[in-house]
């Protein structure tokens, strides 16, 4: 069975800082992997996905991520964070022909930005 | 615009009461899929579908039904509802096969059962 770690439940980051959110799955192959935000009251929308090829994938609004089949990680990053970015952050796991293509998530990542 | 939406926004149920949370999407796509989300867990699958007429278990599916009557609309069910069951409901559809594994949400349905 597949699972999905995010190891911090809260980060609290200034404005214009970078950010880094932390993503570990665990699973037998090479998984598709996805992040998806949330803003309050909102459903989740996708900021990036990786299938194959470059391990580094850009998403909306600058962000990006980095797979690595060694560490089994999809860490997320910003160079340069917006108080609009504060949110919940959601790694999730889809496996390679799953059947309904269902997807695994982490417990989410909380997100404050610090004006 | 394609998209999937849910009815009601917010439900106030009393415990042993029958619960009907909507879901419609436009996407055209085959598969529909049922979360709950609580903190600490993060988004649970509840039940999924592949299309009109089926209904999948997914992870949680205890105290749920679900009911796929067409391509657009997936309902989540519950017949007599639980305290424990007060949570957020997303609903979402996905394209089926491999690289499309991307799934869209809706915005949510909070259930509040006293």
């Known amino acids: 069975a597949q699972s999905v770690t995010q190891p911090d439940a809260r980060v609290t980051v200034s404005e214009g800082a970078s950010l880094q959110l932390r993503c570990k799955y665990s699973?037998?192959?090479?998984?598709?992997l996805f992040w998806y935000v949330q803003y309050p009251r909102q459903g989740l929308q996708l900021l990036l996905k990786y299938y194959s090829g470059d391990p580094v994938v850009q998403g909306v609004n600058s962000f990006e991520a980095e797979f690595s089949k060694s560490n089994s990680s999809f860490h997320l990053q910003k160079a340069s964070v917006h108080w609009s970015d504060s949110a919940v952050y959601f790694c999730a796991l889809s496996a390679v022909n799953s059947a309904g293509n269902k997807l695994t998530f982490g417990i989410g990542t909380r997100v404050l930005v610090r004006p | 615009e394609a998209a999937v939406t849910q009815s009601p926004r917010n439900k106030v149920a009393v415990t042993g009461g029958k619960v009907t949370l909507s879901c419609n999407q436009t996407n055209n796509h085959n598969n529909m899929y049922w979360y709950r989300q609580d903190t600490g867990h993060g988004l649970r699958l509840i039940h999924y579908s592949y299309g009109a007429g089926s209904t999948e278990k997914g992870d949680i599916p205890d105290g749920y039904k679900a009911s796929r009557p067409s391509q657009e609309n997936f309902s989540l069910i519950l017949e007599l509802a639980t305290p424990s069951q007060t949570s957020v409901y997303f609903c979402a559809s996905g394209d089926a096969g491999g690289r499309y594994a991307e799934q869209f949400f809706g915005p949510g349905t909070r259930l509040t059962v006293l």
């Open positions: 699973y037998s192959a090479t998984p598709y």
